[in-house]
């Protein structure tokens, strides 16, 4: 079992930057590949970011060169650093643990809470 507490959502400006945690609980967390994603009103929960066991990056177009993936196993955290950041980013974003690489979300099998990011215009 591996449990996830998301922290670092808020209410920004246009432009500005967030960082995102993740705090996993749970002795398996090395094992797993931890993925961020977002999820607004009405539409579907999309792939922002993922890390694997190894550090290997993958991240979704709209986020390329705004954001970073990060993760660190001694402290069973990951982190999603978002910069330069847009009004069309506003949703709720989640952290996930998945035992192999991928980008869709049925395949996740743990699932934070999430947490609400709001860019102003």
């Known amino acids: 079992q591996v449990q996830l507490v998301e922290s670092g959502g808020g209410l920004v400006p246009a432009g500005g930057s967030l960082r995102l945690s993740c705090a996993a609980s749970?002795?398996?967390?090395?094992?797993?590949?931890m993925g961020w994603f977002r999820q607004t009103p009405g539409k579907e929960r999309e792939f922002v970011a993922r890390?694997?066991?190894?550090?290997?990056?993958i991240y979704a177009d709209f986020v390329k060169g705004r954001s970073a993936i990060s993760r660190d196993n001694a402290k069973n955290t990951v982190y999603l650093q978002m910069n330069t950041l847009k009004p069309e980013d506003t949703a709720v974003y989640y952290c996930?643990?998945?035992?192999?690489?991928?980008?869709?979300?049925?395949?996740?099998?743990?699932w934070g809470q999430g947490t609400q990011v709001t860019v102003s215009s």
């Open positions: 996930a643990a998945a035992l192999r690489a991928t980008s869709s979300p049925t395949d996740y099998d743990y």
């Open positions: 749970g002795r398996t967390f090395n094992r797993h590949v």
């Open positions: 890390i694997t066991e190894s550090g290997d990056r």
